[in-house]
């Protein structure tokens, strides 16, 4: 059991990456609940869009929680000062009312005032001392995992609901400490940005944005979370860096429908939508959108297109061993060897040799 949760290599499932249900299926082969919820707390003022996973609990029950957790669960508040704590929960907890549970904390930041916080409990029967320490690692693999940042210059950070810090991985927060200016760009531009590009973030897909931060083009993967009926929810973000001949930075644009287009492109590369497609979800003319996207975006959208699906694929062949075929495809690139030609002729090497001196 405990090498099967520690084995991170071997595809685990993360919250912030995956379904909720997907995350609670794999978790479920470890331990038994009837009610859980995982989240990132800041212990001085508890919200609910911290919370990553729920089961079992409703998200007005944990906006309730959120309001008086500090004063009012006392599994919480014993959790917060020793790193875990046992028992029936009782008025005020997080879970039911004489729910049989466990609360794990671990800090999550560098001042210790962040926690990773997860509480289980079920109906029947109280834990014993084994799924106790089960519930431990389960709370330290998903800390392990969030901050153990594979690729070199990437970043990971999580916003709360009004777009303030709630997480990142040690490597940005130190950044973030000794440069916090770009962490105020960050939740500057990124929200209007965002704004202007989609009415609704999808919780379950993740949305490409490139933007300049102090003069370096910084791409960024986000995505919603949140407990539906919390009224509250958060934004998980990859940053990296972006090179020579990727997508340009692009902010809040003077027309909309342009800053709609450049979503809609980001959001379909691997369908490689034609100019009609893309002018047709904007409601505009294929010659007057060209015009209009050539101008304010500063490159034609079939060159904007092709630059994203190049670098989808430059990162896949960075960042993972999927097969150079099964990245033409993710990419949007009609067939292995359409893709081989055009990232040589691009790129100046094979997909192959690009990989092999990543």
Known sequence: MFSKIGDVANGWVVPWLTSPVDFLDQVKEHLTWDSVVLGIVDVRTVKPDAILVADGVSGEALAKWSEGALVGDELFREAKKKG?????????????????????????????????????????????????????????????????????EMGRLVLDGDNRLLLADPRSEVKFRQRPELLEQICEKLPAVIKQRWDVLDDDLMHDIVLDMEGVATWMRIRKGGVAGSGRGHLYIETRPVGEGDVPAVGVLE???????????????????????????????????????????????????????????????????????????????????????????????????YRSEA
Do not use: C
Request: hydrophobic share 45%.
């Open 84 to 152: 875990d704590a046992s028992g029936e929960m009782g008025e005020g907890g997080v879970l039911p009312v004489g729910m049989h549970t466990t609360v794990q904390m671990l800090p999550g930041s560098l001042d210790g005032q962040v926690m990773w916080y997860l509480a289980v409990g079920r109906k029947d029967r109280a834990y014993d001392d084994a799924e106790v320490q089960v519930a431990g690692l389960l709370l330290q693999l998903m800390k392990v995992e969030f901050a153990h940042v594979a690729e070199s």
């Open 255 to 353: 027309d909309e429908r342009i800053a709609q287009a450049v979503a809609y492109l980001s959001d379909n590369f691997a369908k490689s939508p034609s100019l009609s497609e893309v002018a047709e979800s904007v409601y505009t003319s294929p010659f007057h959108f060209h015009r209009l996207f050539s101008r304010q975006v500063g490159l034609s959208p079939k060159h904007y297109l092709l630059r994203m699906q190049l670098q989808i694929a430059k990162w896949m062949l960075r960042a993972t061993r999927v097969p150079v075929g099964e990245v033409a495809t993710a990419a949007g690139f009609s067939s292995h060897g359409h893709f081989t030609a055009t990232f040589h002729r691009l790129v100046g090497v094979s997909p192959t040799h």
